[in-house]
């Protein structure tokens, strides 16, 4: 059942199909979808792409200075790069055949040339380059597997690589866009990896400064790194259609932009990473996520602000997936508080948590959003809190932190 617990879930949109439990699926779809506009009233009015031109103001909106004075109040500018990017997200679960009776299962529905137009994205101006499979490392019984081959399938599609073509959108944007959009969690070998929330090593690193080791959830680091002998890892066909578009496009002003929701926030995150480790001469690389979990230690947020990476992480304060995994202690504040007692208790919560790999931390620069402002969403309803649709529903109606929301009294969020 598709339910929020403890562990980061990551779905689509939940009007998508649900394998494990279609009734219970079938009935709060149809209910949210009274509430939720379609993802067409989430576009600019126009129906041709009218997006604002950023030009030479675009690293500003990349994050080149972390964003100052564009989180709050809201930038409109931001605001439409954040929805525009949200659409690239979106498009992964529009695009996913979630039906396990269905030959084409966790594949797409489109072809790559024909994906964006059916998603109704034919004027971004964008095209696809790359078609993006994530595979689980865990080991499944051959019995089971055989029982429930479908359910169990270890590689499925997980996003994709689509690069900016169109010229009029390149003077608009000021740079050549390169955009990697990750899905959230799916199958269910893809929900098990979620569990596996100890923190690992990152391979091939050496000790941070501050003598930790750079660590991330060890079920995202598997679902990036794993292969099967007919497929190759997410990371080795990313490093390759990256490097081929570096290459071509050498000689022009680049950006990379990796937007995910969920699972594929922290899948950007690892993304980003590799890419700048990488490519020498990779271009402005920032990270747009959404409802995104903790995904590494304080030695990795170190290691990401050292290579430049430009993290805006979108939070719902409603949304328990970006509370988790693991725990955030602050030593400095526990152990300066004016009573021993608890002092002491601290000392020893934070060597329990350190000792059991769950000492995580927020990464990024953070625009935090509540649902709390719109009547029709019930705060308590994890799933609702958490959907993509909602992100972007609040995206576009969030003022400031002293204004949330465009109007004071909202019963609806239909625009």
Known sequence: MRVASIQPRASSSISQYNPTCP???SNISSQFSKSLPSWNQLKPPSTKCNFPKLRHKWKQYQGIDHWKGLLDPLDDNLRWEILRYGHFVDATYNSFDFDPTSLTYATSLYSKKSLLKKCGMENYGYKISKYLYVTCGIHVPTCINKIFKKLCIKSSLVGYIAVCVNEKEIVRLGRRDIVIAFRGTVTCLEWLENLRVSLTNLPSLVTGEDCLDPMVQKGFLSLYTSKTST???LQEMIRKEIGRVIQRYTNEPLSLTLTGHSL???????????????????????????????????SFRKQLEQKGIKILRIVNSYDVVTKVPGF??????????????VGIWSKWLYKYIESMQLEYVDIGQELRLSSREFPCLDKRDVVM???LKTYLHLVKNFVSSSCACKHKKIHSIQP
């Open 23 to 25: 009734f219970f699926e």
């Open 231 to 233: 497929r190759a890892s």
């Open 264 to 298: 594929g926030a922290a899948l950007a995150i690892l993304s980003a990473y590799d890419i700048t480790t990488t490519f020498k001469n990779a271009p402005m690389v920032t990270v747009i996520s959404f409802g995104g979990p903790r995904v590494g230690n304080e």
């Open 328 to 341: 955030i202690v602050n030593l400095d504040e526990l152990v300066n508080n004016e009573n021993v007692g």
């Open 385 to 387: 809190c958490h959907d």
